[in-house]
């Protein structure tokens, strides 16, 4: 009687660890086919920064490059199958990017992206509000140029602040524009050579290259490219303007974008 138990213990032990085998082998090709997957799929989307250049005016950025994270992203998976929501990626950043260059200024985003960005230098507040309602109307995002003191006596008339740029001739000015937009905004040198300044607070900083005080239209046709950044003086010749200016824009194949967008 004890030898049949130990015959039908043996017996079921020989399935269970066939089943076992079984199963681990099923897992284990389930889980190579995820990561087959992960590979194929990182081989036909990652790609690796491509570089700014340095200029006598200043930099432009790179493209900073992206890849999959495979490791990280099999352990989401594992267990559920390939699922392109769950796939992690890790940024390759360039040289020339914001963070490794705030003792530069910057002149244009990357060339690579048919990216450009608007900035209203805001004199005395009279036109710019019309000339961003033009631009929300059309579904696009313009960028503000301000001081100090312009800003704090229009902050109730902006929705905004992710997209405000500061001028200014000191350190008191960054440190008066900080109270209200922190660490989040670019300075530029429209007023002074403020670079040193927002240096040491770690905020980057834009050469103004492209700046268009009228004849808006027939200007912009002319400096039209991949990661421009066009700075319009905020007036009634602008604003008369700036909606077919907007459209041709458009019309060559361009995005116009926030600041923040172009210069990521």
Known sequence: ??????????????????????????????????????????????????????TSDGIV??????????????SNMKGIGFKKELIEYKDEECILSKKNNLDKYIIRGNNYLNNISIVIDVNDGKSFLKMMKIADNKGYILNLLFNYEMLNSNLDSISNYSNILFKGKNKEDVNNFMKILHNEFYCTNKDEDIIEVCKNKKLNSINIINYIEKDLLINTKKILDKGIIIF??????????????LNYIKSRGYNIVSINDLLL
């Not at 950025?61 to 099999?74: E, F, I, P, T």
């Not at 319009?232 to 200016?245: D, G, P, R, V, Y």
Request: one cysteine or more; glycine letters at 4%; hydrophobic letters at 35%.
């Open 232 to 245: 319009i003086k905020e007036n009634e010749f602008n604003l008369s303007e700036l909606s077919a200016t």
């Open 1 to 54: 009687m004890k030898k049949y138990y130990k015959y039908i213990l043996v017996s079921m032990f020989v399935l269970f660890s066939f089943y076992y085998t079984d199963k681990i082998i099923t897992m284990s090709e389930h889980n190579n086919v995820i990561m087959d997957s992960i590979v194929e799929y990182a081989s036909n989307n990652d790609y690796k920064c491509r570089e700014g250049e340095i």
């Open 61 to 74: 950025l790179g493209l900073s490059g992206l890849s999959v994270n495979k490791n990280k992203s099999y």
